[in-house]
């Protein structure tokens, strides 16, 4: 019974590393082969790109009032700095961002990045989140009022020249737009901006005119095209918002193709589009009511998304003036800023915005310990390092009370060899007495596998702490490691960079051959520990976990660096610290021996 238990927990395991394998390699690879057949579908389609706003779906109010849904690129493509130059703008300066807003249209569609580069070159191009209509892949968000259908109130729509009032829009300097309708009607938008990411954008109306009208306030991110994705199981990239009772909402590009809109009703909440890094977000006044939609159509060649709210209507007296207010987060999802945001605004659950995933409780506290001792010790990979000291001292009662039964059945291993030989031909006799001398010697066989177990979680959160947050991007450790969030660059397979030649080129099979030196040692680590432990009786158990660091090796070098750092440095304490408690114990430490026996010649089975 003994055998048969732990033979299922191997399969377990071995079913859990199969099951992560294709969760974050095959399905990415899925993923990005989905989106290349899509694109090559699209640049095979021969409609016309039409100009403007599409016909589209849309969610109505009582009053028939909805947001207009956004259309692509002109007919005649233009390169970013063609049609940004195409309309006239007001500069936006700012530590952490440059860019512009269109004055045709009132939109913000021009923006970069100032703190974070493409790649960890130093000299490469800063980050760019928004584009305008008419360049290559469109991103925008825009802030106005519709009217209900036959009112016939001339509303500023994107074709609409606003006229600024004052210069840049900095920190310090709010910027005035304004735009006349000619039949009565003033608009005016007020757009300030802090030193980070947040806009607040002030949308007035003065009725000039003689007879009342009722607007519809609303506000909508708009992205053209079906960007390039990472395609990780793990990683939400597309369609996001907190929205009342309906709580975080996370839609994908594709659950939007060919689908009807995603409609919610809530007061307050947020709700944008979001990569892994950045993200785009439009923010309504807490205690407004909206509409919010995430919606897609077809336009052209292209297919625009769109995340949109829409408020009540607001009734505008002749000689009186309304006004809604809504905010713009347009940047990095730092963590500091984006909380700094969510207690300031009291936006409901801002910080939702960064994915922390199903273990949020482990995952957010996990990161604030490792970036308090970056700061400390000014190296993140140092800081993984500490942390995962600390977190050998929290699981110390249960890895102790572990390997003190690992210990045990080492000890145990003569009598259990003695019954085996005994009983050869008997199985069931030979698994009552082993199960005897578990019972007598109080040893719980299944209590080797716990220090494995309590750390799959702990291991999930540190990945997806490497994985999403921007601070962990670009991050340096020591030596060839530059980027803590990427993988190992080098490979075993050409030498670790001596011979110039790159594995991963080679067609189907290149991936596998970027075997770098931190998975290996991984790898190495892994091994000796469980060289560390009794082997298994049965031969199939045997093999399974003879296999397990391969397999881990393989599957961990197209992960995280510190995550492999992460596993290597634990691995190596854990050693340290089983070593110990068998000594404690009395038990021989046979490791070198255990290692001499791979390699020794079996002698053949005597017939």
Same mark, same amino acid.
């Given at each position: 019974?003994?055998?048969?238990?732990?033979?299922?927990?191997?399969?377990?395991?071995?079913?859990?590393?199969?099951?992560?394998?294709?969760?974050?390699?095959?399905?990415?690879?899925?993923?990005?082969?989905?989106?290349?057949?899509?694109?090559?579908?699209?640049?095979?389609?021969?409609?016309?790109?039409?100009?403007?706003?599409?016909?589209?779906?849309?969610?109505?109010?009582?009053?028939?009032?909805?947001?207009?849904? $956004?259309?692509?690129?002109?007919? $005649?493509?233009?390169?970013?700095?063609?049609?940004?130059?195409?309309?006239? $703008?007001?500069?936006?300066?700012?530590?952490?961002?440059?860019?512009?807003?269109?004055?045709?249209?009132?939109?913000?569609?021009?923006?970069?990045?100032?703190?974070?580069?493409?790649?960890?070159?130093?000299?490469?191009?800063?980050?760019?989140?928004?584009?305008?209509?008419?360049?290559?892949?469109?991103?925008?968000?825009?802030?106005?009022?519709?009217?209900?259908?036959?009112?016939?109130?001339?509303?500023?729509?994107?074709?609409?020249?606003?006229?600024?009032?004052?210069?840049?829009?900095?920190?310090?300097?709010?910027?005035?737009?304004?735009?006349?309708?000619?039949?009565?009607?003033?608009?005016?938008?007020?757009?300030?901006?802090?030193?980070?990411?947040?806009? =607040?954008?002030? #949308?007035?109306?003065?009725?000039?005119?003689?007879?009342?009208?009722?607007?519809?306030?609303?506000?909508?991110?708009?992205?053209? %095209?079906?960007?390039? =994705?990472?395609?990780?199981?793990?990683?939400?990239?597309?369609?996001?918002?907190?929205?009342?009772?309906? %709580?975080?909402?996370?839609?994908?590009?594709?659950?939007?193709?060919?689908?009807?809109?995603?409609?919610?009703?809530?007061?307050?909440?947020?709700?944008?589009?979001?990569?892994?890094?950045?993200?785009?977000?439009?923010?309504?006044?807490?205690?407004?009511?909206?509409?919010?939609?995430?919606?897609?159509?077809?336009?052209?060649?292209?297919?625009?998304?769109?995340?949109?709210?829409?408020?009540?209507?607001?009734?505008?007296?002749?000689?009186?003036?309304?006004?809604?207010?809504?905010?713009?987060?347009?940047?990095?999802?730092?963590?500091?800023?984006?909380?700094?945001?969510?207690?300031?605004?009291?936006?409901?659950?801002?910080?939702?915005?960064?994915?922390?995933?199903?273990?949020?409780?482990?995952?957010?506290?996990?990161?604030?310990?490792?970036?308090?001792?970056?700061?400390?010790?000014?190296?993140?990979?140092?800081?993984?390092?500490?942390?995962?000291?600390?977190?050998?001292?929290?699981?110390?009662?249960?890895?102790?009370?572990? +390997?003190?039964?690992?210990?045990?059945?080492?000890?145990?291993?003569?009598?259990?060899?003695?019954?085996?030989?005994?009983?050869?031909? #008997?199985?069931?006799?030979?698994?009552?007495? =082993?199960?005897?001398?578990?019972?007598?010697?109080?040893?719980?066989?299944?209590?080797?596998?716990?220090?494995?177990?309590?750390?799959?979680?702990?291991?999930?959160?540190? +990945?997806?702490?490497?994985?999403?947050?921007?601070?962990?991007?670009?991050?340096?450790?020591?030596?060839?490691?530059?980027?803590?969030?990427?993988?190992?660059?080098?490979?075993?397979?050409?030498?670790?960079?001596?011979?110039?030649?790159?594995?991963?080129?080679?067609?189907?099979?290149?991936?596998?051959?970027?075997? %770098?030196?931190?998975?290996?040692?991984?790898?190495?680590?892994?091994?000796?520990?469980?060289?560390?432990?009794?082997?298994?009786?049965?031969?199939?158990?045997?093999?399974?976990?003879?296999?397990?660091?391969?397999?881990?090796?393989?599957?961990?070098?197209?992960?995280?660096?510190?995550?492999?750092?992460?596993?290597?440095?634990?691995?190596?304490?854990?050693?340290?610290?089983?070593?110990?408690?068998?000594?404690?114990?009395?038990?021989?430490?046979?490791?070198?021996?255990?290692?001499?026996?791979?390699?020794?010649?079996?002698?053949?089975?005597?017939?």
């Amino acid at each position: 019974m003994t055998d048969n238990r732990n033979m299922f927990i191997a399969i377990g395991l071995s079913l859990a590393i199969l099951i992560g394998w294709q969760f974050y390699f095959g399905i990415p690879q899925a993923e990005k082969q989905r989106q290349l057949a899509e694109q090559q579908r699209a640049a095979q389609q021969t409609e016309q790109v039409q100009q403007g706003a599409q016909p589209g779906a849309t969610t109505p109010t009582p009053d028939g009032a909805a947001v207009p849904s $956004r259309g692509t690129a002109p007919p $005649r493509a233009l390169t970013r700095e063609q049609a940004i130059a195409a309309t006239p $703008r007001v500069a936006i300066d700012t530590p952490r961002l440059k860019g512009s807003i269109s004055l045709r249209g009132g939109r913000v569609d021009d923006l970069s990045l100032l703190d974070y580069r493409e790649t960890v070159d130093p000299k490469s191009p800063h980050i760019v989140l928004l584009s305008p209509s008419g360049a290559p892949n469109p991103f925008y968000a825009e802030f106005g009022w519709t009217s209900a259908p036959g009112t016939n109130v001339k509303v500023p729509g994107p074709d609409a020249l606003w006229t600024a009032q004052g210069g840049a829009l900095t920190p310090g300097a709010p910027i005035v737009l304004t735009y006349d309708n000619g039949e009565g009607l003033l608009f005016r938008r007020t757009f300030a901006v802090d030193d980070q990411y947040m806009f =607040t954008v002030k #949308d007035e109306v003065e009725n000039r005119g003689g007879a009342a009208v009722t607007l519809f306030p609303y506000a909508l991110v708009s992205r053209h %095209g079906l960007p390039a =994705t990472q395609g990780f199981y793990i990683l939400h990239e597309g369609m996001i918002g907190v929205l009342g009772d309906a %709580g975080l909402q996370e839609v994908t590009y594709s659950k939007l193709e060919d689908a009807q809109p995603h409609t919610y009703k809530a007061t307050g909440g947020w709700l944008g589009i979001t990569d892994k890094y950045w993200a785009a977000t439009v923010i309504p006044d807490q205690a407004t009511a909206v509409d919010a939609r995430f919606s897609s159509h077809q336009a052209g060649t292209s297919r625009t998304f769109q995340a949109d709210y829409l408020a009540a209507g607001k009734t505008v007296e002749p000689g009186a003036t309304t006004a809604s207010q809504g905010r713009l987060f347009a940047g990095a999802k730092v963590v500091a800023v984006v909380d700094g945001y969510q207690s300031r605004y009291q936006i409901d659950r801002f910080d939702l915005l960064i994915d922390w995933g199903w273990f949020y409780f482990i995952t957010k506290p996990l990161f604030l310990v490792i970036d308090w001792i970056y700061h400390v010790v000014g190296n993140f990979g140092v800081a993984i390092l500490i942390v995962t000291v600390l977190l050998k001292l929290i699981f110390f009662p249960l890895a102790n009370k572990s +390997y003190a039964s690992m210990a045990k059945m080492k000890a145990l291993q003569p009598e259990m060899m003695a019954i085996r030989e005994r009983y050869a031909d #008997d199985k069931v006799k030979q698994q009552q007495l =082993t199960m005897e001398l578990y019972k007598k010697q109080k040893v719980n066989p299944v209590a080797g596998c716990l220090p494995i177990l309590i750390q799959i979680p702990v291991f999930f959160a540190l +990945y997806k702490v490497l994985f999403v947050t921007i601070e962990m991007r670009h991050a340096p450790f020591f030596g060839w490691i530059h980027d803590l969030s990427a993988p190992d660059p080098t490979t075993i397979f050409n030498l670790f960079g001596l011979i110039p030649w790159d594995p991963g080129a080679v067609p189907v099979i290149g991936a596998y051959l970027m075997l %770098g030196a931190w998975p290996l040692i991984m790898g190495v680590t892994m091994w000796v520990q469980m060289k560390l432990n009794p082997a298994p009786p049965d031969p199939t158990q045997q093999m399974i976990f003879n296999w397990m660091p391969i397999i881990f090796t393989f599957m961990l070098a197209h992960f995280a660096a510190g995550l492999v750092i992460y596993w290597a440095w634990n691995n190596t304490l854990s050693v340290l610290q089983q070593a110990l408690i068998m000594k404690r114990h009395g038990v021989k430490i046979e490791l070198w021996d255990n290692i001499r026996s791979v390699f020794k010649k079996k002698a053949p089975a005597k017939h």
